[in-house]
Nanobody, 125 residues
């Protein structure tokens, strides 16, 4: 079972994109969801995570104040709203599940599963 990340594209610096994370075979309501990104040749890094109830968000320092993670249980979708994008945000973005918790914000890729293929975000003028 894999998650599907979508919504990537080409955007100029300072612009915005909204990524979506969905799953076709299970309900995301019961999982913490993490967004990660990876640049070719580098390790995959965490960007943001949202718990199950009460949907507490956690952000990496580099995106605090610019990115917002949220979930809409009515449509079983997790979003990553990315504002004031910078060239260094260019990467393939992935979403993945963890069992209910974002570990207080102290998580790694090893804590997550059900990775999908990702969506490419390119920030360039």
């Amino acid at each position: 079972v894999q998650l599907q990340a979508s919504g990537g594209g080409l955007v100029q610096p300072g612009g915005s994109l909204r990524l979506s994370c969905t799953a076709s075979e299970f309900n995301l309501d019961y999982y913490a969801i993490g967004w990660f990104r990876q640049v070719s040749g580098k390790k995959r890094e965490g960007v943001a995570c949202i718990d199950t109830s009460p949907n507490s968000p956690y952000y990496e320092d580099s995106v605090k104040g610019r990115f917002i993670i949220s979930r809409n249980n009515d449509v079983d979708t997790i979003y990553l709203q990315m504002n004031n994008l910078k060239t260094e945000d260019t990467a393939v973005y992935y979403c993945a599940t963890a069992s209910g918790s974002c570990f207080g914000g102290h998580y790694s890729t090893d804590d997550f599963r059900n990775w999908g293929q990702g969506t490419l975000v390119t920030v360039s003028s």
